[in-house]
T-cell receptor, first 116, second 116 residues
Framework: GENVEQHPSTLSVQEGDSAVIKCTYS??????FPWYKQELGKRPQLIID?????GEKKDQRIAVTLNKTAKHFSLHITETQPEDSAVYFC???????????????FGSGTRLSIRP | GAVVSQHPSWVICKSGTSVKIECRSL??????MFWYRQFPKQSLMLMAT?????????EQGVEKDKFLINHASLTLSTLTVTSAHPEDSSFYIC????????????FGPGTRLTVL
């Protein structure tokens, strides 16, 4: 069935270093891959997204890569700062059979801690 | 733009009672809204997709008679948890997709339900 796998579940990096979170998806028809940052008790915030016609996208310290063949996509955060500490979720769009409509399924999340 | 509100932000109720949660798109029309549930330290699990003017589509394992969804207008969807029990205590988050727009979803702030 539809599945989005995410790892690692926890990640601790030194301030200033890079953090990488990886996800895989099962539905070859998925064409939209958002990444969310969630702080405790708050709504998920979209930090970057990528569509299946693009292999890489960058926004300042954040970048996302997509390998459609392998069904992998990754989030890269460079020059990490204390305020980057949060839970990060990858997600993928899943189409309903025979329809152009889709839903978004979340990965299990990664708790990122930035050590000062 | 693209603001989604939820009401109430938190609710405490007795076991056996029903609770209604509202999700509103404030500055755009949303033909599709989504309801997620998030238990502590877990991911967002899609419960159902709410389509304006038609029946909701529920995910596998979600009881449609327990979680009643109504999407009566292009700006409002409601989730009613019927005969709530302590195991229904969770963070409920809705999201909305712009009518005629692309895949991006805009999330509400969430409703924390505690059933005593």
């Amino acid at each position: 069935g539809e599945n989005v796998e995410q790892h690692p579940s926890t990640l601790s990096v030194q301030e200033g270093d890079s953090a990488v979170i990886k996800c895989t998806y099962s539905d070859s028809a998925s064409n939209y891959f958002p990444w969310y940052k969630q702080e405790l008790g708050k709504r998920p915030q979209l930090i970057i997204d990528i569509r299946s016609n693009v292999g890489e996208k960058k926004d300042q310290r954040i970048a996302v890569t997509l390998n459609k063949t392998a069904k992998h996509f990754s989030l890269h955060i460079t020059e990490t700062q204390p305020e980057d500490s949060a839970v990060y979720f990858c997600a993928a769009s899943i189409r309903w059979p025979g329809s152009s409509a889709s839903k978004i399924i979340f990965g299990s999340g990664t708790r990122l801690s930035i050590r000062p | 733009g693209a603001v989604v509100s939820q009401h109430p932000s938190w609710v405490i109720c007795k076991s056996g009672t029903s609770v209604k949660i509202e999700c509103r798109s404030l500055d755009f029309q949303a033909t599709t809204m989504f309801w997620y549930r998030q238990f502590p330290k877990q991911s967002l699990m899609l419960m159902a997709t709410s389509n304006e003017g038609s029946k909701a589509t529920y995910e596998q394992g979600v009881e449609k008679d327990k979680f009643l969804i109504n999407h009566a207008s292009l700006t409002l969807s409601t989730l009613t948890v019927t005969s709530a029990h302590p195991e229904d205590s969770s963070f409920y988050i809705c999201s909305a997709r712009v009518a005629g727009g692309r895949n991006e979803q805009f999330f509400g702030p969430g409703t924390r339900l505690t059933v005593l």
